[in-house]
C-alpha cells in the first residue's frame, strides 16, 4: 500500500512538473509542428485528464519533448500487457487508454478499443443494468470524441454505428452512423448494413431503398439481391396492408404466410408488433414484444419496447441497460471512466 501510495505521489509530481514545463516548451513545438504539417500540440486543459500512474519518467520526457506519438505507443505496450494480465487489470488498462487516446487523438486503435472494451467486455462483468448503462454510454462517448478529433475518416463512423446496431439494437441511430461512412472511401458492407437496420427496426420502404442502392452501385451484389426478394415474399404485402390502414388483414397476412411456419423470426415479429402500435393496440403490441424478448437472448429493442410501452400503459417496468441509456440526458462531455 505505501508503495502505491509512493508511485501515486510521483505521478502527480511529474504530472505537475508537466504542466510547469508546458508553457516555454508550447510555442516551440507548435511552430514545428506546423512547419513539419504535424497535428497540433495538446491542449494544456487536457493534460490534467491524464492518469498520473501511466506516466513514467521516460513517457513524461517524451511528453515534454514534443513525441507525443512516440509516448502513446509506448503506453499502448504497456496497456497490451495488461490485458494479457487478466480481468484484475481491466480498470486499470482502460486509464491507460484514456492517457493513449489524450496523447494522439489522431490514432483510431485506440478510440475503437477504448468503445469497444468498455460497451461489450466491461458490460458483460456486471449484472446490475445500471453499470451495463453506464458502460454503454461510456463507449458510445469514446468514440463520439474520437469521432470528433477524427471527422474525415469512416472507420470510428462505423464502430459507432456497429455498436449501436450490435449491442444497443438502436437501428435507427445505427443507420445514422453508418450513412456517415458513405461521406468518404468505404468497403461496400456498410451500405448493406445501413438497409439491414432498416430491416430490423423494420422500415420495409427504406430497407429496400437501400438494399436497391446496393445493387445500383454493384449489379453482382448478391446478398443485396436476396435480401429484396426475401423482403418483397414476407413482408412487404404486410407492410404495404399496414400504411392501407387494414390492420387485421396486415396481421392476418403475415401471421398466415410466414410467421406461421417460423414463428420466432426477428423482422416478422417486429413488424407484427409494429403493425399492433400503429393500429392503437398496444397491449398487444407488447405481448409481441414480451414473445420476441424471451425468445431472443441478445433482442435489446424487444426488451427495451416491453419497458416503453409497459411505462405507456402504466405497468410495472423492467429495468434494461438500454432503456436506462434511453432515460438519460445526452451526454457531451469527454468520457470519465468509471473504477
Keep these: 500500500m505505501r508503495r502505491t501510495k509512493t508511485y501515486n505521489w510521483i505521478g ?79 480498470f486499470e488498462g482502460l486509464h491507460v487508454m484514456r492517457t493513449v487516446t489524450l496523447l494522439d487523438p489522431h490514432w483510431l486503435q485506440p478510440w475503437w478499443v477504448t468503445g469497444w472494451h468498455l460497451a461489450y467486455n466491461l458490460y458483460v462483468e456486471t449484472d446490475d443494468p445500471e453499470r451495463k448503462a453506464l458502460f454503454l454510454d461510456k463507449g458510445i462517448s469514446a468514440l463520439k470524441e474520437g469521432i470528433s478529433w477524427n471527422p474525415d475518416r469512416y472507420e470510428l463512423y462505423f464502430e459507432l454505428g456497429w455498436t ?26 456498410i451500405d448493406r448494413m445501413i438497409a439491414h437496420s432498416y430491416e430490423r427496426l423494420p422500415d420495409i420502404p427504406k430497407a429496400l431503398d437501400w438494399y436497391d442502392y446496393c445493387m445500383k452501385r454493384r449489379p453482382t451484389d448478391r446478398t443485396a439481391r436476396g435480401a429484396i426478394i426475401t423482403i418483397r415474399e414476407r413482408y412487404l404485402p404486410a407492410w404495404q396492408l399496414m400504411e392501407a390502414g387494414q390492420y387485421e388483414q396486415a396481421v392476418a397476412e403475415l401471421d398466415n404466410n410466414y410467421l406461421s411456419v417460423e414463428p420466432n423470426d426477428t423482422i416478422g415479429m417486429h413488424l407484427k408488433a409494429r403493425i399492433y402500435e400503429e393500429a392503437g393496440q398496444f397491449r398487444k403490441a407488447l405481448d409481441v414484444w414480451k414473445l420476441a424478448a424471451e425468445s431472443q437472448a441478445l433482442n435489446d429493442l424487444a426488451r427495451r419496447r416491453v419497458a416503453e410501452l409497459s411505462a405507456q400503459l402504466g405497468l410495472p417496468v423492467p429495468k434494461t441497460p438500454t432503456y436506462i441509456l434511453q432515460q438519460r440526458a445526452p451526454q457531451h462531455m469527454a468520457p470519465t471512466f468509471p473504477r
Design 164 to 189: 449501436y446496431h450490435d449491442k444497443l439494437d438502436n437501428y435507427e441511430e445505427a443507420a445514422k452512423w453508418f450513412k456517415a461512412c458513405l461521406e468518404f472511401e468505404h468497403p461496400e458492407y
Design 12 to 90: 502527480w509530481l511529474l504530472v505537475i512538473v508537466l504542466l510547469v514545463s508546458y508553457q516555454p516548451l508550447s510555442q516551440s513545438i507548435t511552430t514545428q509542428r506546423l512547419v513539419l504539417g504535424m497535428h497540433r500540440p495538446l491542449p494544456l486543459t487536457r493534460i490534467v485528464e491524464f492518469d498520473p500512474t501511466a506516466i513514467t519518467g521516460v513517457i513524461a520526457g517524451a511528453i515534454l519533448g514534443g513525441f507525443r506519438e512516440i509516448a502513446a505507443s509506448m503506453l499502448w505496450l504497456k496497456m497490451d500487457a495488461m490485458w494479457h494480465a487478466g480481468q484484475a487489470h481491466w
